[in-house]
């Protein structure tokens, strides 16, 4: 952004305010977590959480979700992420969710 002669660089871009998923087990009759997910708030790495609308299903960002070195990924799951942690979200020690896609990196 330019303003004057001065040109600003945000440090974090302001995440997607909500996502709509579909389409998810669609060939057995559907999915609770076919639905609208909307932003709730930043983990404490600042990756955002988001929550659906009509089921208690949360789509968020974790970098380790067993604490023992798993690889970073999306993970839709019915736990509530604890926001305040930088890993294994859920607290489990595990990585038991629902569903996931491996990703390096949130910002990407």
Known sequence: MNKGNTTLHPTQSVPPLAYQLSGACSSV???PFNDQYRYQ???ALGAPVYRADSEGAYLYYDTDCNNGGA???WILDTDVPNTSKASDLDGDG???YAARIIWDDWRQ
């Open 29 to 31: 009759g559907g999915s």
């Open 41 to 43: 708030g930043l983990t």
């Open 71 to 73: 690889v970073a990924r």
């Open 94 to 96: 595990q990585c038991a």
